[in-house]
């Protein structure tokens, strides 16, 4: 199964953008789909060619990328796995991006990411999709995944770069993750750029046990915790999605409703905003930057505010 190459812009369409999220959102359904032979689900070269054609098309302009994942929620899977490795996979490559990692270790970083919760598969389902508190056994058990990834994985001859990423994708920089405790340097570099894309997909994403934060909560919230983060994964983040993340909707200090749709590369704390209320003469929609002293956010919308 190959994900259809949606060609590049250097400004991704919308409709590109979401044809992607959609194409890669059915390649994670095939991975994830314990009914389909393992060896048919990880065959290297095809897992390659599709991470190839997800990499084209983020390779110079992700805003729009980052819009379509939060406008289209995925289509609301009752599988969380499969939304969860789509958003993931997504933001460790707009990381490694960031960082400068080329491009032929850029495409480890996202076979990796692709297949980070691929031990999830060795774990009872009903413990990763219950609503229910989990037991101490039970936690054990799903604590485990990182274990059973990396032994799925090395069965199958993936490179040791992506196999320890897969094995280490929830340890922490301060030694309080799992399943090996691991500190700072002892973590490898596509176990920390996973672990922070993980960890801001999970904050920020809705779950049966939970309700989503708003994307700007999720960036504050990894940093009140940054101490468990590698730093320069972290500002890596929060400078390609900004404090105030593409698709969120915002109240600004002139009174207007907007939606962040383009980040401010000089500061991540003013990004371009879309105004929803207000349009151009002839219909077009206004576009604004927003600055330290002048138009800014004054904090995100609630839900019942938007519509």
Aim: aromatic residues 8%.
């Amino acid at each position: 199964m190959n994900i259809k190459n949606t060609t590049q812009n250097y400004n991704m369409p919308i409709d590109t953008a979401k044809n992607t999220c959609d194409s890669l959102f059915d390649y994670a359904i095939f991975l994830y789909d314990s009914d389909i032979e393992v060896e048919k689900r990880l065959e290297i070269n095809s897992v390659y060619e599709n991470v190839k054609n997800i990499f084209k098309n983020i390779r110079y302009d992700h805003s729009n990328l980052l819009l379509a994942l939060q406008e289209s929620e995925l289509r609301k899977n009752e599988n969380y796995l499969y939304s969860h490795t789509v958003r993931t996979s997504i933001l460790a490559l707009i990381i490694g991006k960031y960082l400068n990692i080329p491009t032929h270790k850029l495409i480890e970083l996202g076979v990796a990411a692709l297949l980070h919760d691929i031990g999830m598969l060795s774990v009872p389902e009903e413990l990763y999709l219950q609503s229910l508190p989990l037991t101490k056994e039970e936690k054990t058990i799903l604590d485990n995944h990182p274990k059973y990834g990396f032994k799925i994985l090395t069965a199958h001859n993936y490179s040791s770069i992506i196999t320890l990423a897969v094995l280490e994708h929830h340890e922490r920089e301060d030694g309080t993750g799992y399943p090996r405790k691991l500190t700072r340097d002892n973590i490898s570099l596509f176990g920390k750029i996973i672990a922070v894309a993980c960890s801001y997909e999970a904050i920020s994403a809705r779950r049966k046990y939970k309700d989503s934060l708003d994307l700007h909560t999720g960036i504050v919230e990894m940093l009140k915790n940054k101490s468990k983060y590698n730093n320069a994964a972290l500002m890596a983040l929060v400078n390609s999605l900004s404090l105030y993340p593409v698709g969120l909707y915002v109240l600004l200090s002139d009174g207007n409703r907007g939606q962040v749709i383009d980040i401010n590369s000089k500061d991540p704390r003013y990004p371009v905003v879309q105004i929803l209320d207000e349009k151009t003469n002839d219909g077009k929609i206004i576009k604004k930057h927003t600055f330290s002293d002048g138009l800014h956010i004054i904090r995100p919308l609630r839900n019942d505010e938007i519509t």
